[in-house]
């Protein structure tokens, strides 16, 4: 598996993931399965297939978030300067196609929250705007057209 690029933030989110995973679902689930299994014959019971379904799709997250938690790599807004558009920068532009001031954080794949403006460096707002600098005008092709965002502000996301 390839290395995963966090923030501490996200480090810790997926640590909390797992944590409830591993405790309170797979408990809820233990119990479900075992709940079914005492109404009897359970070769014909859908109850107690559906439970142990889910036990298996729980297992699954577990394996793929421990493995994703194994290669990941914490990276620190400490060591990040303001005077590009890059990785873990907050960027506020002027979109000139809507006449509106706009703000979005740049973050890895993973804690992408469109309804909180983060978007992925590698969407392709994320790739137009990153190396820009104050007063550049970042010409992106998008889905719906071509967006004209004209960089007012950079900050690094604490």
């Given amino acids: ?16 993931e797992l944590k409830k995973l591993k405790g309170v679902d797979l408990r809820e689930a233990a119990q ?3 709940e079914a299994r005492d109404k009897g014959d359970i070769s014909e019971n859908a ?7 889910n036990i298996d799709n729980l297992n ?38 809507i006449k509106k001031e706009q703000e979005f954080s740049i973050v890895p794949e993973n804690e992408v929250n469109v309804k909180e403006g983060k978007i992925s460096f590698n969407s392709p707002i994320g790739k137009g705007l990153i190396g820009k ?26």
């Avoid at 598996?1 to 909390?16: A, P, R």
């Avoid at 104050?134 to 960089?151: F, K, S």
């Fill in 1 to 16: 598996m390839s290395k995963l690029v966090v923030t501490k933030e996200g480090f810790h989110s997926m640590q909390n």
């Fill in 32 to 34: 479900m399965m075992m």
């Fill in 47 to 53: 109850e107690f297939d559906s439970a142990k379904e």
């Fill in 60 to 97: 699954k997250k577990i394996i793929s978030l421990e493995q994703k938690i194994a290669n990941a790599i914490i990276i620190n807004s400490d060591n990040l300067d303001n005077s590009s558009v890059q990785l873990l920068t907050r960027v506020r532009v002027f979109n000139q196609k």
């Fill in 133 to 158: 600098i104050v007063g550049d005008v970042a010409t992106i092709q998008v889905p719906v057209g071509t967006m004209e965002l004209e960089i007012l502000d950079i900050n690094v996301i604490n």
